[in-house]
């Protein structure tokens, strides 16, 4: 049997020693339970805090790249858009010179609908802006101007820390229509002279934008220059679409790296919540137990308070 003491009361010293510790247990089990996290802090538990910090700032740089991405998007659709609507222009152009070519047709007329055309294709090519951004209405003697963009595509981390961010270039030199510059050989699909096979030259040639045929007679040398007009067009009309199918490979792979990065950020995510978050399930569970243990420690506590009086029965 163990000694009473009425200085000390070791029964009750262990007692409020359980208390206290079930209190403290409880105290992190309603924490966790409120705030949903197991690490909510670096006192919980410092390397899962430390990565799961390192992993949310990541994925917040995730989240800028897969902006950056829809910016990039945004600015490749306006000048896929702007140079599918100039083909089909191009195309009308050039069955207007076609059907020119017949004799005896009122070309002066031809050609008012074909100046109209010219200035349509114009519209749409200085329009073809987002944010800031025109790919096919260009000035390439502005300084700094380079004709391959980048999109940011990615951030990484490797094992040692070190970071970086990945690009996606485009090459936009075969998608300008227009090009402001009055440099030698500057010039785009639509304003560079073009001979009567339909390439571009320096000097002596029409572009597609200064055709003009409304002079042109039955003659067999104007006949020559109107099917010269027609390779131009037609050459120019081969030239957009293989911009616009450059221009297509370059959406695919901005498509394909969104998709990428939205998964990746999905798994990040989920690798954060495997370390810091806390499974309410377990804490509901544990937060019952220590609910009747706290109870049963007071009623405990309130037993071991009682043995000194019970010595005061000793001494009547």
Same mark, same amino acid.
């Given at each position: 049997?163990?000694?009473?003491?009425?200085?000390?009361?070791?029964?009750?010293?262990?007692?409020?020693?359980?208390?206290?510790?079930?209190?403290?247990?409880?105290?992190?089990?309603?924490?966790?339970?409120?705030?949903?996290?197991?690490?909510?802090?670096?006192?919980?538990?410092?390397?899962?805090?430390?990565?799961?910090?390192?992993? %949310?700032?990541?994925?917040?740089?995730?989240?800028?790249?897969?902006?950056?991405?829809?910016?990039?998007?945004?600015?490749?659709?306006?000048?896929?858009?702007?140079?599918?609507?100039?083909?089909?222009?191009?195309?009308?152009?050039?069955?207007?010179?076609?059907?020119?070519a017949a004799p005896g047709v009122d070309r002066s007329k031809i050609q008012s609908e074909i100046s109209q055309l010219q200035d349509q294709l114009k519209g749409i090519a200085d329009t073809a802006s987002f944010s800031g951004e025109?790919?096919?209405?260009?000035?390439?003697?502005?300084?700094?101007?380079?004709?391959? %963009? +980048?999109?940011?595509?990615?951030?990484?981390?490797?094992?040692?820390?070190?970071?970086?961010?990945?690009?996606?270039?485009?090459?936009?030199?075969?998608?300008?229509? =227009?090009?402001?510059?009055?440099?030698?050989?500057?010039?785009?699909?639509?304003?560079?002279?073009?001979?009567?096979?339909?390439?571009?030259?320096?000097?002596?040639? +029409?572009?597609?934008?200064?055709?003009?045929?409304?002079?042109?007679?039955?003659?067999?040398?104007?006949?020559?220059?109107?099917?010269?007009?027609?390779?131009?067009?037609?050459?120019?009309? #081969?030239?957009?679409?293989?911009?616009?199918?450059?221009?297509?490979?370059?959406?695919?792979?901005?498509?394909?790296?969104?998709? =990428?990065?939205?998964?990746?950020?999905? +798994?990040?995510?989920?690798?954060?919540?495997?370390?810091?978050?806390?499974?309410?399930?377990?804490?509901?569970? %544990?937060?019952?137990?220590?609910?009747?243990?706290?109870?049963?420690?007071?009623?405990?506590?309130?037993?071991?308070? #009682?043995?000194?009086?019970?010595?005061?029965?000793? =001494?009547?």
């Amino acid at each position: 049997m163990g000694m009473s003491s009425i200085n000390t009361n070791i029964s009750a010293m262990t007692a409020l020693q359980s208390l206290q510790q079930t209190s403290k247990d409880l105290l992190t089990t309603q924490n966790r339970i409120s705030t949903g996290l197991k690490v909510a802090s670096a006192s919980d538990n410092a390397a899962y805090w430390s990565i799961a910090t390192t992993m %949310k700032s990541d994925n917040d740089a995730l989240s800028t790249v897969q902006d950056a991405l829809g910016l990039g998007k945004g600015t490749v659709d306006v000048a896929y858009n702007a140079i599918n609507q100039s083909i089909s222009l191009v195309g009308q152009i050039k069955d207007k010179l076609v059907a020119a070519a017949a004799p005896g047709v009122d070309r002066s007329k031809i050609q008012s609908e074909i100046s109209q055309l010219q200035d349509q294709l114009k519209g749409i090519a200085d329009t073809a802006s987002f944010s800031g951004e025109n790919w096919v209405s260009v000035d390439s003697s502005v300084t700094g101007y380079s004709s391959t %963009k +980048t999109i940011v595509s990615s951030f990484s981390r490797t094992s040692s820390g070190t970071v970086s961010v990945g690009t996606i270039s485009v090459d936009t030199s075969a998608s300008v229509l =227009f090009d402001a510059s009055t440099a030698s050989g500057a010039g785009g699909i639509l304003d560079s002279q073009r001979d009567s096979t339909g390439a571009i030259v320096s000097t002596g040639g +029409t572009s597609v934008m200064n055709i003009d045929i409304s002079s042109l007679t039955d003659s067999s040398a104007d006949q020559g220059t109107l099917n010269g007009y027609i390779a131009a067009a037609d050459s120019a009309f #081969q030239e957009m679409t293989k911009a616009a199918t450059n221009l297509g490979s370059a959406q695919q792979r901005i498509d394909l790296q969104t998709d =990428f990065v939205s998964s990746l950020m999905d +798994t990040i995510s989920t690798g954060i919540s495997q370390l810091v978050d806390a499974d309410m399930n377990e804490e509901s569970t %544990k937060l019952q137990a220590l609910q009747v243990k706290q109870q049963l420690g007071v009623q405990a506590l309130s037993i071991a308070n #009682q043995s000194s009086q019970n010595i005061l029965s000793l =001494f009547r």
